[in-house]
């Protein structure tokens, strides 16, 4: 939220304050200042001229200083054609010392060329030869010093200014046309010299989204007192202004329908107002605040829900009377305000143009014809103020916090209204806010209010009420308050304070949603016993208590081991939302259910995953052109729905791999893919790592997901733990993948994590290994395992490591036959084992090949 300091000051004395001792203060009280915008007051370093951005200072600062000597109010007493160009004029200017001749080409005064002395000067800022400003022509903010030169034959030296030279807005176009009664010859930095606070509001600070809450946070933070009266703060005063004609009760009645979505509900009326634009200084403050002008009605909505939080919205009266005459032939009868529901497929049209589809969920503000607004979102644009519009009905609502969340979110329509009930909005700001609306009105446009309010307040909330002790205090944040000094804190954020036997009890403010009762109003009250009394000053203190055991956590320690490993091995991990879409997940797996979401927040999040090779693989589509290679990885829960119950929540492992072995370089001409005995490779490392015994890898066709032939399971002490291979060239093809092969790996970390490691240890023989290679011609459908298996076993003891080297086919083994060319060690831990009983071992090996395999020997 954008805060000018000028506005601030209406409502707090902040005499002996610089802008950043104020941020420093919301800053400490939970009400972040993002950045602090100068927009004519002197910088940090008292600079006076210049774009300043310091990472010296602990807030970002930018803007610039005006020149209290070169920049001031000035008058235009006429405006005389220019000799050399149509386009431009010659203003007749006084700035409060001498007579000036100033050329511009502003459009916002050119009707007035030729035309003589003006019956009422014009007010506007202007910047003497030598004052620095943003240049208006060029783009972004570029300083420029005003010099004196020739144009079209007539000297200028000095300027009318814009909004973008004076860094207001990026408003160049025209000049400022200031008010009335803007004193001539005063420095503009004393006139509307400001500083914009953008603060950062949290949820749990909604009640601050306007200028009273940071006063009033201001003012209990600085103990100084938040200007009451009714004339610098009208939303203290149950008085409306000055009124006249009929009353507005005698008028318009209220209908609530369901007060659990609209709690109360103020209307008020203002007759024969003058659709313009209002003042300036309440057009430069709202746009310092981030709101655009628009007229002096529309203006008085947006600057009275500004300052008090209470969004507002106005409808022409007279286009209500006339729907009224359209649906009753009944004379004078009242205008009914209905609130409701919509019905499904109601159709709106919204002040935007877009006509909205509703549904049953969304509120609407109607009357007896149909609807008129999208309740604490936006207006309908039958009902809009136009500038033929004479007379106003003034509404101020408050809105169940939730649905005003759900119908914004559910139609796009993020606006000032919405954003403020969304957060939670008191119901007893409404009729505040109506008053102070209609005061604005009244003062901009010459309208006269109509007597009294109509109100309808179904369902006022409870003020929490909250008993707290010295103990609690001291307990809760470490500090020796006493029940007076406790509630003196309180009392400068409006708490209403009571002490009876020795407790306090506190009664949240009547602008306050957020206090709860029992032990969470405890925790509130505390909290801002502790905002007002200052985080930094409490001290820092020991831990009176010993230490509560440590106590780990297996699962995590695990899985963050395993992530270790991966790491090592050249992985990279990936995180991915765990919500996704059928149609996503239909591209590798079909399943028959999934866990539903109630209320997604996208269409493409709807459920919840059942495969983490999709979301895997989803996250390679997306950065497939941006490198030869990947080898990704993610470690998360897959959710299986049980009926009546919740979801089964598997951990699983999920790899995928692509791309080129080796980056190109220059020693690196043609490297090869990546292929499945990559994969294996690294999930042996993985294993082995994790320390896994008796794994094991057998081929399998059941994964619809995986190409025949190129898959396999993976077997741990003879359970299948996963399975890993290259993706099913159907599959691949549901996605933008490339032409490398897709390896994917998919594992159970339950049952992985559930096998207990093996931290086998054996000493370092002191003897000599003795080498040999061995070749056998087998059967094609024989296993390489089998073979190894066999080999270890007849060897025993005495082979101590089998290593596969080569696998050869062709026509001198004849077809249907592979060759398996084995290295095997031979060693003995007790002595040096000879070649004679090297070679029995290797013809012992030989003939149980033969024999249960029906292997030979190649020679």
């Keep these: 939220m954008k805060i000018p300091l000028s506005w601030l000051k209406d409502f707090i004395d902040l005499e002996g304050l610089s802008v950043e001792d104020i941020a420093r203060k919301l800053t400490l ?37 005006w020149d209290r000597e070169k920049i001031v109010v000035g008058e235009i007493r006429e405006v005389k054609p220019h000799p050399n160009a149509d386009k431009l004029t010659l203003l007749d200017l006084y700035d409060g010392q001498q007579d000036q001749v100033v050329l511009t080409g502003a459009p916002n005064i050119f009707h007035l060329k030729g ?162 634009p209002s003042p300036y200084q309440i057009q430069r403050r709202l746009k310092l605040a981030g709101i655009r002008p628009i007229n002096n009605v529309v203006d008085a909505t947006n600057y009275a829900m500004l300052e008090l939080g209470e969004p507002l919205h106005a409808f022409d009266y007279d286009v209500l009377v006339s729907r009224v005459g359209q649906v009753s032939n009944l004379p004078n009868k009242k205008i009914k305000i209905i609130t409701r529901t919509a019905k499904d497929g109601e159709k709106l049209t919204t002040l935007d143009g877009v006509e909205r589809t509703l549904t049953a969920t969304n509120v609407l503000v109607c009357d007896e014809k149909g609807s008129l607004s999208l309740a604490g979102v936006m207006g309908g644009a039958e009902s809009e103020v136009t500038d033929s519009t004479k007379n106003i009905l003034l509404e101020g609502a408050a809105w169940n916090f939730i649905n005003i969340r759900r119908t914004a979110k559910q139609h796009n329509l993020p606006s000032e209204a919405s954003f403020r009930f969304s957060r939670g909005v008191h119901p007893s700001l409404a009729e505040h806010g109506v008053r102070l609306g209609l005061k604005y009105m009244a003062d901009w446009s010459g309208g006269a209010v109509a007597p009294d309010l109509v109100d309808a307040y179904p369902l006022p909330p409870k003020d929490a009420v909250v008993d707290i002790t010295v103990n609690d205090v001291k307990r809760w944040l ?207 490392l993985m294993l082995s790592g994790l320390r896994l015994p008796n794994v094991s890898y057998t081929a399998s066709d059941s994964y619809s997901h995986l190409h025949p032939g190129k898959t396999a399971e993976l077997k741990v002490n003879g359970q299948v733990v996963g399975a890993f291979g290259e993706l099913h060239p159907l599959v691949k093809e549901q996605y933008e993948l490339g032409d490398s092969p897709i390896l994917v790996a998919e594992f159970d970390l339950d049952l992985l994590r559930g096998i207990q490691p093996a931290y086998g240890i054996k000493t370092i023989p002191e003897t000599p290994p003795i080498y040999e290679d061995i070749a056998v011609i087998v059967d094609e459908a024989v296993l390489a395992e089998s073979v190894e298996a066999l080999i270890r076993q007849t060897g025993g003891r005495s082979v101590t490591n089998v290593r596969l080297f080569d696998v050869y086919r062709g026509d001198q083994i004849g077809a249907g036959k592979k060759s398996l060319a084995y290295a095997l060690t031979y060693q003995a831990e007790d002595k040096t084992m000879t070649d004679a009983e090297a070679a029995a071992i290797r013809n012992k090996i030989v003939k149980r090949l033969e024999k249960e395999l029906g292997a030979k020997l190649r020679s």
């Design 478 to 684: 470490g500090i020796d308050l006493t029940l007076e000094q406790t509630a003196d804190l309180l009392k400068r954020l409006e708490f209403k304070c009571k002490i009876t036997n020795n407790k306090l009890q506190v009664t949240a403010p009547p602008h306050r949603l957020d206090i709860g009762e029992g032990i969470v109003g405890m925790a509130d009250v505390l909290e801002e016993v502790a905002r007002v009394y200052g985080y930094d000053n409490i001290p820092t203190t020991t831990m009176a208590d010993a230490l509560p055991p440590q106590v780990g956590n297996p699962v995590h320690e695990w899985e963050e081991h395993l992530r270790d490993l991966l790491v090592a091995l050249g992985f990279q991990e990936v995180v991915t939302y765990r919500m996704t879409s059928v149609e996503r997940e239909s591209r590798i797996a079909h399943h028959d259910d999934y866990v539903r979401l109630t209320n997604p927040i996208a269409p493409e999040k709807s459920v919840l995953r059942r495969s983490l090779i999709a979301s895997v693989l989803d996250t390679l589509e997306k950065n497939i052109r941006y490198s030869d290679s990947f080898s990704f990885f993610e470690i998360g829960p897959i959710f299986e729905p049980v009926k009546n119950d919740l979801p089964n929540e598997s951990r699983k492992l999920a790899i995928a791999m692509t791309g080129l072995r080796e980056a190109t370089a220059w020693d690196v001409k043609d490297s090869p893919k990546l292929d499945f005995y990559d994969l294996k490779g690294r999930i042996e």
């Design 29 to 65: 009280a939970g009400m972040e200042v993002d950045e602090i915008r100068y927009v004519g007051l002197p910088m940090p370093n008292h600079a006076a001229q210049g774009m300043h951005s310091s990472g010296r200072h602990e807030f970002k600062t930018s803007g610039i200083a």
């Design 115 to 276: 035309t003589g002395k003006l019956p009422k000067p014009i007010k506007v800022a202007y910047a003497k030869e030598g004052a620095t400003l943003y240049d208006g022509h060029a783009e972004g903010q570029v300083l420029m010093t005003l010099k004196r030169a020739k144009i079209r034959g007539v000297e200028s030296y000095s300027m009318a200014c814009s909004e973008k030279e004076l860094g207001i807005t990026e408003e160049h176009e025209g000049i400022i046309l200031l008010d009335d009664d803007a004193p001539v010859g005063m420095p503009l930095v004393d006139y509307m010299g400001d500083a914009v606070l953008d603060i950062s509001i949290l949820p749990n600070m909604a009640r601050n989204v306007n200028v009273v809450g940071i006063a009033r946070e201001l003012a209990a933070m600085l103990g100084r007192e938040l200007k009451k009266s009714s004339d610098q703060l009208p939303v203290i005063s149950d008085q409306l202004p000055v009124t006249s004609g009929q009353s507005v009760k005698e008028l318009v009645e209220i209908e609530i329908t369901e007060p659990e979505l609209n709690p109360r509900f103020v209307v008020g009326l203002i007759r024969n107002v003058e659709i313009k």
